[in-house]
Structure formats: C-alpha cells, structure tokens
C-alpha cells in the first residue's frame, strides 16, 4: 500500500468544511427560525454557532496531533480502542454516503421544479417510476466520483470552485441587504415581542432556535476526514475547521438579520431567501439565488464524495473492511474505496426518494461530536506526552462542556422511533461486518507474530 500523496492545501480544507456546512438548510431553515424566535431567531443562530464552536475546538486539538485519515473514528479509536472507534468511524461512514445520495436526489428534485422536463417520467411499473431526475441525482453522483478517481487535487478543485460559486451569491445577498437593515431588528434580537404566535420566555426562543440552527451549521466534521493526504495537517486542518465554523455562523447570522429585515412575514413564506432577493435585487435575484440553491447542494455532494471514501480506507487500514480498500490507484486516490462508496450512493439513489434518504439519524450525527469531545479528556491521560499543535485552554472544561451540550442537542432532538430504528439497523450491519472479519484479523496478528519469532 503506497502512501497518499500529501496534495490538500489549508485553501481546499476551509472549502471541505464551507461545502459541508454551507448546504441546503440556509435555504429552508431561516423562516422556521423566525417563526420560533422572530428577531431573537439572530441570537439563537450566533448561540448556536459559538457552542459548535466548543466542540469544533475539540476536534482543532485531536487533529492537531493526528495527520491520517479518518478524523472522529481515529480519535475515538485512540481515546477508547478499537471498538468504540469502530462504531464511530462505521456510523460516520454509513451516514455519510446516506447523506451524499439524500442530497443528490434533493438536487434533481429542485432542478426539476426549476426546469419541470426532468420530472418526465420514462419507465413506470407498480410502485417503481423512473424519471428523469433520478438520472441527473445518478450523473451528478457519478460525475464526482470520477473527478476524485482522477486525483484528490481534481476532487479539491471542484470543491474549491463550488465552495466560492455557492458563498459569493449568499455574500452579495448579506452586504447589499445591510442598507436593508431595520433598527428594530436590531433592537428586537434582545425581546420576544416579535415572535408570532402564543408568547414564549426569552430563554425558550434562543435555546429552541439555537437547537434548530445545528442543522444548519453542522458538516464541520469533515475537514480532518482527509487529513492524511494534507499539507501540514496538523496545522492547517484545526485552522480550516475552526475558520469555516466561524465563518459560516457569520454569514448565516448576517443572513436572518438581512431576510427578518426586508420580509416582515418571513416566517410565513415557503421560499423565504428567495423573497428576501426579490426585494433587494428584483426577478434576477430570485434566479441566481435558485441556481445558488443548486450549486450549494452540489458543493456539498462534492465534499462528501471527497470524504466518504477516506472513511473506507481508515476502517481497511485497520481489517474491518477488505484490504483492497487500502488500494491506491495511479493517480495516488483510494480508487477502489472510491468505487465502494460512489457505487453505493449511486443504488440508493436509483431506488430510494430523498424522503427515506433524508432520514439520517439524530443519534448518528452526535455519534461523531459526544466521542471526539471526550477523546480530548481521554487522551490528555493517556498521551499527556504527545505532540500537540493546539491545546485548549481551561483544562477539561471545554471537552466536557462541548460533550454536555452535544448530549443536550441530543436529547432536545427527540430523535423519532424510526431514527433509532435506521441507527440501530446501521450499527447492526456493520457489528455484522466486525464479527465477520475477526477471526481473518486474529489469524492476520498470529501469522505476524509467527513470522517475526522465525526472523529472531
């Protein structure tokens, strides 16, 4: 197995972390916001964004000290063995290609909307009809898969590009909207007064739509995933994760002050950004802001097809998967986990909706935060000794706190019984695969062992 090519620059590591944040929840998020907190809904995003941020710098600290592939399973996997890394890491990688299928089909359904030819059907049969959008969800995840086939610098640029094709629109939005700005809105974020609906505590609407911006705001998780083929790692991956939270938080919160101040109903309205560029920028607004919609979800199909298959590859490094997944192609790229990974997404896509896809659980998202928070704790005892290029500040109080506020989000999810059912199917699936490969690891180390006692 020939080492990755070290090739990812702080540059493509910030876009990996903007594309994974950045996705469709701007979109469709900022009107539920307003209807839970009104102005107050600005507070509860910046809330939002600050405590991600604690548990964003538990994971600047972990990759800090580590440079491979792999991110939150190879820190639970050092913080807690190989078991606890296993479920991490086999969670992380399930959900991720769940996610790149959801959201490539959320792309062809919006593309139809937009252009309604695509949603032509060309073959029915029973329950099954097969259109035309599912071979835009099918060519889109194709189309990515090969580009990162072809070199993880052909992967990062494409990220790179649909990383800016996606902000700018958003940017222009936010600085134009600025003259926008009502000085209620601004004095409202401290008040409830504007929160329609039955009348609700100060502390319930920043905490409820605190809650409902994770959504937005999550996707930061995958900047270290590829740490073994970047440039300085341990260095510009902390940096990278750390500056596109931030960023993003700002960026969203620079949003709904923008959209609460030019539509006064913006809770009511079912295209709420595309009312806000309306107002401001007139009919071709609402069009760039629709073709923004599309490059923003496939900016983020572009990151996770980037990602995903470096998951592949940390799990064969370490036998729970075949060793051919640890395979380089001749463009230094992990060409059959490549293949596994698209090739999967590409069927769940083909037969499923985004409606079975989008339900990608609660428990499994926060099986990637509450592990890698108090893996900072864990391997402060354990490796007190190792090189670490970051180190947060007050002992244990941000892990622990970043772990509490995970759990919280958690619990504040109500995660519905299908979402523990679609997790525990998920975990099920891959113990499977850990039992089925334990006896070829066992009989892997004693071979190993037998040949290292004939050496001596």
Known sequence: ??????????????????????????????????????????????????????????????????????????????????????????????????????????????????????????????????????????????????????????????????????????????????????????????????????????????????????FMISGFEYVPVPAGETTNAKRNVPLALVGSLAGATALYCLIQTVALSTVSDLYAREQPLMEVAGRIFGRPGVSILGLASLVSMAGFCSSTALVGPRYFTALAADRYLPAVFTERSRFQTPGPAIALSTGLALLLAFFLGYGSLVDVSNVALFCQYIPTCLAVVALRYRRPQAHRTYRLPGGPIIPLTGAGISTVLLVMARPKSKEWLFAAEVLALGILIWASTALLRRRLVRRGAAGAAKVS
């Open 1 to 214: 197995m020939s080492r990755p090519t070290r090739s990812l620059t702080l540059f493509d590591c910030i876009c990996i972390g903007i594309n994974g944040i950045v996705g469709s929840g701007i979109y469709l998020l900022i009107a539920p916001l307003a209807k839970l907190a009104g102005y107050a809904s600005v507070i509860g995003i910046l809330t939002c964004g600050l405590l991600c941020i604690l548990i964003g710098l538990c994971f600047a600290e972990l990759s800090g000290m580590f440079d491979e592939n792999g991110g939150p399973y190879i820190y639970a996997r050092a913080a807690f063995g190989p078991y606890i890394g296993f479920v991490v890491g086999w969670m992380a990688m399930s959900t991720g290609i769940l996610g790149w299928s959801a959201v490539a089909v959320g792309f062809s359904e919006a593309l139809a909307k937009l252009v309604p030819w695509f949603a032509t059907v060309v073959y029915r049969g029973g329950s099954f009809a097969l259109s035309l959008k599912t071979f835009v969800a099918v060519g889109l995840i194709g189309t990515l898969g090969l580009i990162n086939y072809f070199g993880v610098k052909a992967g990062a640029r494409t990220s790179d590009f649909l990383s800016i094709a996606k902000i700018l629109p958003l940017l222009l939005l936010g600085l134009v909207g600025l003259a926008h700005v009502r000085p209620e809105v601004l004095s409202g974020m401290f008040s409830t007064q504007s929160i329609p609906g039955e009348p609700v505590t100060y502390v319930q609407a920043i905490s409820s739509s605190a809650f409902l911006a994770v």
